[in-house]
């Protein structure tokens, strides 16, 4: 048996969708043999994507030609995914064998293998929405899925009539090694060139996810309350995204307290943890954050052994609790103040929340990810 993941996006991406699916194929490939199936697309990124992610060159990657009309919008978007699907389709259907399973995020190239294929894995990274018809048939045909939290798998049950024993609830993971780097916050400061006399916010990813707020307008609002030597250091996002906050800093007059990075590579971004006093995951309340989401950013926090302040939301309650970060409300400013001069007030509390979630990530790892969908399709 083989193993074929597909994934509809360049690679290398600085997307986390890229990182996530390479760190996953390299755990699998630990497991089974396997093999990625992306699309050629242009991509300014040259780089190879195992030295991009830093990663062992243990499976093979296949890009397969295709209509790249990504540029073009939500219709070109569709059309370049539906391409994508069929061509990748056509290609498995010559290479693969019966047993073999196929494993994707990529509903389009799911739903057409599903016709060829019976071993189909879901691993579902949102929720259906109005295309009941379509999920009804989708979902009932294939052989197993995968959710990232609890309240997706319930949901599916009662929406679909799916049996509990063909979803495997498996969030997503991190490389704590990568992470837990032996290096103190000033030399990390000096490395990456911050001030070394600064209380630092932290925080690290893209600054709006499929044109969606993450809420980094509301960590620049928060600086307002707090004191004057607090700033906040904004790791990613494009130009766009990143002019749009620059406005926002200016109208909450706070503009001479932010620093915008923009997208550093994977390998920076422990050393850049290892520079804050405090990271931030100010997500707003909606479908998406509170229900959907499984945010590597979280993993990757928590084994950096820095305290968290985040948005109380229950896809994060499956991660942290009150013991290992601080919570506080969506979409108040004031809120996350106040959870910001907890921990800067009380070192104490900030170290136990810090080693409290340090403890929690060890059941996170992308070979634990691996090994639990690995037996899952395995025995389905």
Request: with cysteine.
């Amino acid at each position: 048996m083989k193993i074929y993941y597909l994934i509809n996006s360049r690679i290398p991406t600085e997307k986390a969708e890229g990182l996530e699916a390479m760190k996953l194929c390299e755990a699998l490939s630990k497991k089974n043999q396997l093999v990625l199936i992306a699309p050629k697309r242009v991509n300014k990124i040259k780089e190879d994507p195992f030295l991009f992610y830093d990663i062992d060159k243990s499976f093979e990657i296949i890009k397969l030609p295709i209509i790249d009309l990504v540029g073009f919008g939500r219709v070109g978007f569709l059309i370049t995914s539906l391409v994508y699907a069929i061509i990748s389709c056509l290609y498995l259907l010559a290479r693969s064998d019966k047993r073999d399973a196929f494993f994707s995020h990529d509903k389009f190239s799911l739903f057409f293998l599903s016709f060829l294929r019976k071993n189909i894995f879901y691993d579902i990274h949102d929720f259906p929405e109005n295309k009941e018809l379509f999920y009804k048939y989708f979902l009932k045909k294939i052989r197993g899925i995968i959710t990232t939290n609890h309240w997706k798998k319930e949901r599916l049950i009662k929406q679909f009539g799916l049996l509990p024993e063909k979803i495997l609830v498996q969030p997503n993971g991190v490389d704590i090694k990568s992470f837990n780097i032996n290096i103190d916050k000033e030399e990390a400061r000096k490395k990456i060139g911050l001030p070394l006399n600064k209380t630092l916010l932290g925080y690290v990813g893209m600054l709006k996810t499929m044109g969606m707020e993450k809420g980094v307008g509301i960590a620049l609002e928060t600086l307002r309350y707090l004191e004057k030597d607090i700033n906040l250091i904004l790791v990613g996002g494009n130009g766009e995204d990143m002019r749009y906050y620059k406005n926002i800093a200016k109208k909450h007059n706070v503009q001479n307290r932010v620093v915008f990075i923009g997208w550093i590579k994977n390998k920076l971004v422990p050393i850049y943890l290892k520079a804050f006093d405090i990271l931030l995951a100010p997500f707003p309340m909606n479908d998406h954050y509170n229900y959907y989401m499984s945010p590597m950013k979280i993993f990757e926090y928590m084994a950096s052994k820095k305290p968290i302040v985040a948005s109380d939301l229950n896809s994060i309650r499956e991660i942290l609790d009150d013991k290992s970060a601080i919570l506080v409300e969506p979409g108040s400013a004031e809120k996350m103040a106040v959870g910001i001069k907890r921990l800067i007030n009380n070192p104490g509390l900030s170290s136990a929340l810090t080693s409290e979630a340090f403890i929690k990530i060890q059941q996170y790892t992308w070979d634990i990810r691996a090994e639990k969908i690995f037996q899952f399709i395995k025995n389905t």
